[in-house]
């Protein structure tokens, strides 16, 4: 049974409106995982200091935490169709100009800083977007089924295809990734734009009222506040590993360029795993037991990850530990967002939601950057 079977009284419009957006989905989150590779590696070939290759991860997330709340509010104002596909055509725009800045000597840490920081302002707004078409093309009865065979797409290909591919490219040349994400990025420019179902803009008003009222309407709901909020920590402390991720795999374990995607990869293996069995691990849990459990894994799991991981294969179960718990914990959440909020209001609460829960990642960068060079990193364990 396919995911276009279960929608109730499902037109020819929704079902094909729905496997445009997961396609789409799919197709630029392989350019996501390729970036997520490539992005790093730039700067570990430019500087050892684990301070400014922390930098790049810290300037791709900044935005989710200076510009979450407009974007919520103009999501809200437009249709999520045109603004989701405009958006990803920007992104492909700033990658082909930093692939072609990358022929050039004019290509250092700052100019990583600067697209990581654009390509990343893009992203608030196509996430943002994505959020409001999902309950638009799906029935509220199969939200986890959507949710979680999106997540597990964007795992497979952001966790499995992309990085590989990336760091794969990028040890023939380092435009050549960058290229191709441009590419991923246009294409699903294309997809979405095709999108028929339509999302109704909101009155304008100021932006300061229409960000308060969606500020307003999450802390009003304690569930929706009390999920956001466990997210930023969580986050918070996610991306203080991240952030210098690639350090602890070329100095501890000694991995390749071509081999640290491979290694990013398989850490993916239990959040497409997770995504995959989310709706029945859910339906069989509940959402709350699914949290509560999730909550208490993944710290532990990360804990051990550094106190014990000595190869690879240590490395990926671990890893695949947390990114298990991450998916449970993604499309539970997106799930309770998407069914409770009101449609008119679903981009800005969805962004107050984000900023709380992606806005610590810039923060937690830095901060795992510093603690890094502290510890004395780089250094071979």
């Known amino acids: 049974?396919?995911?276009?079977?279960?929608?109730?009284?499902?037109?020819?419009?929704?079902?094909?409106?729905?496997?445009?957006?997961?396609?789409?989905?799919?197709?630029?989150?392989?350019?996501?995982?390729?970036?997520?590779?490539?992005?790093?590696?730039?700067?570990?070939?430019?500087?050892?200091?684990?301070?400014?290759?922390?930098?790049?991860?810290?300037?791709?997330?900044?935005?989710?935490?200076?510009?979450?709340?407009?974007?919520?509010?103009?999501?809200?104002?437009?249709?999520?169709?045109?603004?989701?596909?405009?958006?990803?055509?920007?992104?492909?725009l700033l990658l082909g100009a930093l692939a072609a800045a990358t022929l050039t000597a004019v290509c250092g840490v700052a100019v990583l800083y600067a697209a990581a920081f654009a390509v990343g302002l893009a992203e608030t707004m196509v996430k943002v977007?994505?959020?409001?078409?999902?309950?638009?093309?799906?029935?509220?009865?199969?939200?986890e089924r959507?949710?979680?065979?999106?997540?597990?797409?964007?795992?497979?290909?952001?966790?499995?295809?992309?990085?590989?591919?990336g760091a794969l490219l990028f040890s023939l040349a380092a435009?050549?990734?960058?290229?191709?994400?441009?590419?991923?990025?246009a294409v699903s420019a294309a997809l979405a734009w095709r999108i028929r179902t339509p999302t109704t803009p909101g009155h304008r008003r100021t932006l300061r009222v229409e960000i308060g009222e969606g500020v307003r309407w999450?802390?009003?709901?304690?569930?929706?506040?009390?999920?956001?909020?466990?997210?930023?920590?969580?986050?918070?402390?996610?991306?203080?590993?991240m952030a210098t991720f690639v350090l602890f795999a070329r100095e501890r374990l000694g991995v390749s360029d071509a081999a640290y995607g491979v290694?990013?990869?398989?850490?993916?293996?239990?959040?497409?795993?997770?995504?995959?069995?989310?709706?029945r691990i859910v339906g069989t849990l509940g959402g709350r037991r699914t949290v509560t459990v999730t909550i208490f894994a993944t710290p532990v799991a990360m804990i051990a990850l550094?106190?014990?991981?000595?190869?690879?294969?240590?490395?990926?179960?671990?890893?695949?530990?947390?990114?298990?718990?991450?998916?449970?914990w993604n499309v539970a959440s997106s799930s309770v967002r998407q069914r409770t909020v009101p449609a008119a209001l679903m981009g800005r609460v969805s962004s107050v939601g984000l900023l709380l829960a992606w806005g610590t990642q810039p923060v937690g960068a830095?901060?795992?950057?510093?603690?890094?060079?502290?510890?004395?990193?780089?250094r071979r364990g």
């Not at 959507?146 to 591919?165: E, H």
């Not at 569930?223 to 986050?235: D, E, P």
């Not at 550094?306 to 294969?313: M, S, T, Y």
Request: glycine letters at 8%; hydrophobic letters at 55%.
């Open 306 to 328: 550094g106190l014990f991981a000595q190869d690879v294969l240590t490395l990926t179960l671990l890893a695949s530990v947390t990114s298990f718990c991450a998916s449970l």
């Open 1 to 92: 049974m396919t995911m276009t079977d279960t929608v109730p009284n499902a037109s020819r419009r929704p079902r094909r409106d729905w496997h445009l957006l997961w396609t789409a989905s799919a197709v630029s989150t392989i350019g996501d995982g390729a970036f997520l590779a490539v992005l790093p590696l730039l700067a570990a070939s430019m500087t050892a200091d684990p301070r400014l290759i922390a930098g790049v991860t810290a300037w791709g997330t900044l935005p989710w935490l200076l510009a979450a709340l407009p974007a919520g509010a103009l999501a809200d104002r437009w249709d999520a169709r045109r603004t989701m596909a405009r958006f990803q055509v920007a992104q492909a």
């Open 129 to 143: 977007s994505a959020q409001k078409l999902v309950p638009a093309v799906v029935g509220a009865r199969d939200l």
């Open 218 to 241: 999450l802390g009003s709901n304690r569930l929706l506040r009390t999920l956001s909020l466990l997210s930023g920590v969580a986050n918070l402390a996610n991306f203080m590993a």
């Open 366 to 378: 830095l901060l795992g950057g510093f603690v890094a060079g502290w510890w004395g990193w780089p």
């Open 263 to 279: 290694v990013v990869a398989l850490t993916g293996v239990g959040g497409v795993l997770g995504s995959l069995l989310s709706d």
């Open 146 to 165: 959507a949710n979680g065979r999106q997540n597990a797409t964007v795992f497979a290909n952001r966790m499995f295809l992309g990085p590989p591919l």
């Open 175 to 185: 435009s050549l990734p960058l290229w191709w994400c441009a590419s991923t990025f």
